[in-house]
């Protein structure tokens, strides 16, 4: 399945969605929330290993968020280091 995330009216087209992979093209173009939201829709109840790839370049209104996850690995209360790898 292929999609598309022009503005925050789009998640509503991936939310309660349940995917095993999530594949976002220029990941630095979404906000962090955008991102949060794609996912949290990573799961199943299958055992098929879930995944999220990103790929992107600097810039962008993600590049904050980007950077602090895999450049700066600077996480928050509850984000798991072994969750994220460049």
Same mark, same amino acid.
């Given at each position: 399945?292929?999609?598309?995330?022009?503005?925050? @009216?789009?998640? =509503? $087209?991936? #939310?309660? #969605? /349940?995917?095993?992979?999530?594949?976002?093209?220029?990941?630095?173009?979404?906000? /962090?929330?955008? &991102? =949060?939201? !794609?996912?949290?829709?990573? $799961? @199943?109840?299958?055992? &098929? *290993?879930?995944?999220?790839? !990103?790929?992107?370049? *600097? @810039?962008?209104? @993600?590049?904050?968020?980007?950077?602090? !996850?895999?450049?700066?690995?600077?996480? $928050?209360?509850?984000?798991? *280091?072994?969750?994220?790898? &460049?």
């Amino acid at each position: 399945m292929l999609g598309y995330l022009s503005d925050h @009216g789009d998640l =509503l $087209r991936y #939310q309660g #969605q /349940e995917y095993d992979i999530i594949a976002v093209d220029e990941a630095t173009q979404i906000d /962090e929330e955008m &991102f =949060l939201v !794609l996912a949290a829709s990573l $799961r @199943g109840a299958n055992s &098929f *290993p879930k995944r999220m790839y !990103l790929t992107c370049n *600097p @810039g962008g209104v @993600g590049h904050g968020w980007v950077k602090r !996850l895999f450049i700066d690995k600077s996480y $928050r209360a509850g984000e798991n *280091p072994a969750d994220y790898c &460049f």
